[in-house]
C-alpha cells in the first residue's frame, strides 16, 4: 500500500478521466498504470543514456584516455572537442 497526497486538481483530472474512458475500473487502478508506464519509459532512458556515456567511453579510449579520472584541463579541452564535433554553438 502507497499513501500519497495528491493536490485536488489533479485528483479531479484523475477521477473524470477514469469515469469518461471506461480504461480503468478505478483511481487506484489508474495509478498503477501510470507509475508502471512512467518506470518504463525512465528505464528506457536511463539504457539509452549509459549506451551513450559507453559510446564516449570508447571515443575518449581511441583518443588515449586510461580510463582514470581526468583532471580539470583534460575535461576542459574534451568538451570542447564535443562541442566542435556536434556542432553545438556556445554563447
Do not use: T
Amino acid at each position: 500500500m502507497l499513501s500519497v497526497l495528491v493536490e485536488d486538481s489533479l485528483v479531479k483530472m484523475v477521477d473524470d478521466f477514469v469515469s469518461s474512458s471506461g480504461l480503468y475500473s478505478s483511481r487506484s487502478e489508474f495509478l498503477k498504470d501510470s507509475i508502471r508506464n512512467n518506470l518504463k519509459e525512465k528505464d528506457a532512458w536511463r539504457k539509452d543514456f549509459m549506451k551513450s556515456i559507453e559510446e564516449i567511453r570508447k571515443k575518449a579510449r581511441a583518443h588515449g584516455w586510461n580510463g582514470k579520472p581526468l583532471s580539470r584541463k583534460e575535461r576542459e579541452r574534451g568538451v570542447l572537442q564535443y562541442v566542435k564535433e556536434n556542432g553545438i554553438k556556445v554563447k
